[in-house]
């Protein structure tokens, strides 16, 4: 998901403060497996947040500390296709990432749905335009999420399927972004962050849905793994509002390898 960029948030997140960063898990060693890995989807999925970004990959910001890069690593596929991109949709998805995908391609990853829903837009509200504000964008966010994201996400499906007939594919959710009521003393309220989280819950449950009609996809629920680790907790793999601007709301480098990470290697 792509993070709010407007000079207005940056003078929120000025006001705000910065945040505790995780540290780095260990990424398990190198195993091999055969034919082809493509990793698709948003900046959840290219690594935003953690750094260590690849300059080829410019405003996708692509990091070598991201889910995908640290599998590939860790099971040294035939080939590695690495497509996502931060700010991705759906369509985008569709548009700009399948290039890559064929009938060597045996394992497939992908988090998308998140921009669809118009994420930037709601946690900029959130964190600069009050509860009631908040609680309104992100009812609007939940609304298109149960009645419309669902035929987006098929779409995506439908052609992982078509173009990667051989492949695995495993859909990454997303995890709660705060712990509540936590330890934050600054930033958004408590009813503010439980509505967030309940978005999230709402996302999560729809890609789910979605995902159990494809006889080779499994969702991998990051939720659980992210408990104890979000906003407002001690040892957060999430970063909050922060600088760089599009860093905020996305996991840390110990958010992909501690939270991310584990899911996809237990479900590819």
Not at 160 to 188: E, K, M, R, T, W
């Amino acid at each position: 998901m792509r993070t709010p960029a407007s000079g207005r948030l940056v003078a929120g997140i000025l006001a705000v403060g910065s945040l505790l960063v995780g540290s780095l898990a260990l990424a398990p060693s190198a195993q091999a497996t055969s034919g082809g890995y493509s990793a698709l989807g948003d900046s959840y999925a290219s690594g935003v947040g953690s750094g260590s970004y690849l300059s080829s990959s410019g405003s996708c910001y692509q990091s070598t500390l991201a889910y995908p890069y640290l599998w590939q690593q860790a099971n040294s596929p035939s080939s590695f296709d690495f497509e996502a991109c931060s700010g991705a949709t759906t369509t985008d998805v569709i548009n700009n990432q399948l290039s890559g995908l064929n009938s060597a391609t045996t394992e497939v990853s992908i988090t998308v749905g998140g921009d669809d829903a118009g994420f930037t837009s709601t946690m900029e509200t959130c964190v600069l335009d009050g509860t009631s504000a908040c609680v309104s964008a992100v009812n609007t966010a939940e609304n298109f999420v149960n009645t419309q994201l669902a035929a987006r996400l098929d779409a995506v499906y439908d052609a992982v399927s078509q173009d990667a007939p051989n492949a695995h594919v495993v859909v990454l959710g997303y995890p709660h972004l705060y712990a509540v009521p936590g330890d934050c003393v600054f930033g958004i309220s408590d009813t503010s962050r439980t509505a967030i989280n309940g978005a999230a819950d709402d996302l999560d449950n729809v890609i789910a849905g979605e995902v159990a009609k494809y006889p080779n996809f499994s969702f991998g629920d990051v939720r659980g793994a992210f408990s104890g680790h979000e906003i407002c907790t001690d040892d957060q793999w999430l970063h909050s509002t922060t600088l760089p601007v599009y860093e905020s709301y996305h996991p840390t480098s110990a958010g992909q390898s501690g939270g991310y990470l584990p899911v996809l290697s237990a479900d590819a």
